[in-house]
């Protein structure tokens, strides 16, 4: 990347942050109390640059912008069964792959990067697509390091065997052997090790 490059590269993080700024649900990070998707956007680039530091400008632009303003389409607003939550999850790749490509344009990238960032965002080809699954094994860690914790406390055990069991069956290898590495609770754990059995 040219200086030029990495300067749109900068301003386009920091626009995505200004857009997750915005978002009325806190959550207390050290102390402080913080927007809760900014903190969401931060923790997927942490967790990329430690999971795939040669990651592409495009995979990094995905991974900060994959909940942007995510709190604009609220699961409230679409019926809570199976199908309704599905219909939920695909107008949320549309609207994360949309408010990118508004932030993309304004600060000067070409319509084969925005479409790229579109792709990764609607987890397109997943298992065949190296940047693809990449993003995912990043969601799933960034899942299981900061919020199955609280996830724990709300579901029965049954649902939560269910819910780790669909996260590791969306991971690659290497997201499982960077899974096995993070810290868990020996509850966390006893839920993990009944979900992989």
Known sequence: MNISDKDRFARTLAAFDAANTEDPHQEEVEGKMMPKELVYGQRMSEMLAGFAPEASETLQLSARCQHIQRWTLPRSNYPMDRKGYLKWRTQLKLFHGKKAAEIMETEGYDAEMIERVKFLLNKQK??????????????????????????????SEEKLIDIVAKTWGKMSEKGHEAAMQLSFSPEEQHIIQKALA
């Open 126 to 155: 997943l298992k065949s697509d190296p940047e693809t699954q990449t993003l995912e094994d990043v969601i799933c860690l960034v899942f299981l390091k900061y919020y199955f914790s609280d996830f724990t406390k709300q579901h």
